[in-house]
């Protein structure tokens, strides 16, 4: 039923919540894993329409991509990865549909009330835009 996940993460401890979810359900399906971390920081961002070296974030992110991916892939996992930049909700919708995903996983580190209401959550966005399933992990407190 699942032959590929994207798997979004924010390259907090939240993933720690969300991976032995996916991983069990990947062992059971036989699904390939595409993880995903969307790149959100100013250089990160304007720097591609700047022409600017790649920032610290970016490479620390592609590090934090490549240690999950190889961690998986010698747990057996088929996986790849990818590093979006640009607005969260909307990278993981196009990549997921690009993709071919059949179903999406997030964690939730629950209601930030004020920012919420006025920015909105990234899960808000993606569970009311998706036609993929989505499987939500909430994160264990950090």
Known sequence: MYKKILVALDHTGADNSLLPHITELARLAGSELVLLHVTTG???????HLKTDESAE????????LDVTQRLTAEGFQVRSLLAIGQ?????LNIAQAEGCDLIAMTTH???????IVVGSTIE???HASQIPILIVRAEQL
């Open 125 to 127: 966005k993606v569970r």
């Open 110 to 116: 629950g209601h930030r009330f004020l920012y919420d």
């Open 42 to 48: 100013w250089i990160s961002y304007w720097g591609r």
């Open 88 to 92: 969260p909700h909307q990278e993981i």
């Open 58 to 65: 970016t490479r620390e992110d592609e590090a934090y991509l």
